[in-house]
């Protein structure tokens, strides 16, 4: 029904992605937005909106359906009940961490964040003149999870205001449990320290999981800030909204004010396509969930079978972590210069805080992921 093996030509579209090695043989795998094809149900909301000819402010507040979108989607995907009111739409995700450390961290405060991790989050906190503290991501026999015990080590520090957390997590993958959740919970309440929950990527769990959102966690709600929105999942990310979810009138307002005259209102098409997506795309999303469920398996298997490279087929999102750190570079300047010059182009792992990694970005066609495997295995 949905065609996700179509090859899209993106080239001459200006796209981020594509525009990084414009005229050169590199497949760009890197930042993450698919290749695929945003659902029809979304475009024809977008289009019925174009057609009506205006294209003047709205306030998302206001935008009653939007919102009650919002709150259907957060009770059908993960049975939290939210009110309307608690939604703060902000036009994009990285906007809405970087507003919370400026609203609970005087300059000088400290911000935890995991590592390795996505690059704006782990540059929020110097940027906010607060300084960032990194809690490893350890690799366990299944998987990725946080250091939970230099986590509790660093929350101690009455300095620590705001812990950043990624769940699930970019660029590992992992998810948190109900116990993990809940010792990040006592973590921040037994040490006064705000949670704000990047869950960006928590629509795209592509195993049997069911996401748990930070500020449905009793103990969490009134401390809690969790970031979402429908721009990974339905490819709509350069539309630009998002929306914090604040259950608490305090911390909501702390946060609004530190907003205030510098983050502008999510504009009309965001509002829409966000609308659809939660209410017009389910087939869709499913049928998106088996086709990458099929892409890591496939990328896993591949690249497990390559000398000197290893990746943990992860439980969500559509990236993937890759261990190169046994690689023979054959005189390549580093993992990421070995992968360029096979004629891939993935985001370094230098970004993201191991230089001896590479991500991989399997929201594409198979036919493409196959090019990328028949390239690195030269
Ligand atoms: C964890 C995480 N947070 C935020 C973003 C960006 O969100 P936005 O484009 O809504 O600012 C990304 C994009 O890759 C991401 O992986």
Known sequence: MFNFDERVDRSGTFSCKWEKYKGKDILPMWIADTEFKVAPSIINACRQQLDHGVLGYHLPSQHQPANEAVVHWCKSQYGWDIQ???????????????????????????????????????????????????????????????????????????????????????????????????????????????????????????????HLPAGNHPTLQSRSITLMAANKTFNIAGLGASFAIIPDAQVRQQFNLAARGIVPWVNIMGLIATQAAFTLANDWHEAQRNYLIGNRDYL??????????????????????????????????NVQDWCESRGVGPSPGADFGDEHFFRLNFGVSRSMLEEVVDRLSL
């Open 84 to 210: 309307p009111s608690w939604i703060v739409w902000t036009p994009g995700v990285c906007p809405g961490f970087n507003v919370a450390i400026r609203a609970f961290c005087e300059p000088g405060d400290k911000v935890l964040i995991q590592t390795p991790n996505y690059p704006p989050i782990i540059a929020s906190p110097e940027i906010n003149h607060c300084e960032g503290v990194h809690i490893p991501t350890v690799e366990q026999t299944d998987g990725w999870m946080i250091d939970f015990d230099a986590l509790e080590t660093q929350a101690k520090d009455p300095k620590a205001k705001v812990f950043i957390m990624c769940n699930p997590m970019n660029p590992v993958g992992s998810t948190l449990n109900q116990a993990q959740l809940d010792k990040i919970a006592q973590i921040c309440t037994d040490n006064n320290v705000i949670l704000c929950s990047d869950e960006i990527h928590c629509d795209l769990i592509l195993d049997d999981i069911q």
């Open 300 to 333: 896993a298997k591949a690249i497990n079978a390559i000398p000197g490279l290893k990746a943990i087929p992860a439980p969500a999102t559509f990236l993937m972590w890759v261990d190169a750190s046994a690689l023979d570079l054959q005189g390549a300047k």
